[in-house]
Nanobody, 122 residues
Framework: VQLQASGGGLVQTGGSLTLSCAAS????????MGWFRQAPGKERKFVASISWDGSATFYADSVKGRFTVSRDNAKNTVYLQMNSLKPDDTAVYYC????????????????WGQGTQVTVSS
């Protein structure tokens, strides 16, 4: 599976960005998808995930109510709509794909895309 993330950039506090991740190489509708982020000097952390058909989603507490994950299986693409951005959201954002899904929110990534930089200025 190849994953190509895009949509990062520089935005002011309170602004919005939408990240996209296009997948290829395996039936997209058989994959659950996730977003992670890694701030400078910190570990990569889970942000959001979405099930194969989009019926279930999970979010990190830090982004609940501000970020929305969605997918378009016809376009083999997953999105991360980010609103009310804060400087703490500054990180490299990675999309991930998984052959599995857990209803308890645990996300096991099997494939990773390259990151896209999101910078939120204060």
């Amino acid at each position: 599976v190849q994953l190509q993330a895009s949509g990062g950039g520089l935005v002011q506090t309170g602004g919005s960005l939408t990240l996209s991740c296009a997948a290829s190489g395996r039936s997209f509708s058989q994959l659950s998808m996730g977003w992670f982020r890694q701030a400078p000097g910190k570990e990569r952390k889970f942000v959001a995930s979405i099930s194969w058909d989009g019926s279930a989603t999970f979010y990190a507490d830090s982004v609940k109510g501000r970020f929305t994950v969605s997918r378009d299986n016809a376009k083999n693409t997953v999105y991360l709509q980010m609103n009310s951005l804060k400087p703490d959201d500054t990180a490299v954002y990675y999309c991930a794909a998984s052959r599995t899904w857990s209803n308890d929110g645990f996300y096991e990534s099997h494939y990773w895309g390259q990151g896209t930089q999101v910078t939120v200025s204060s």
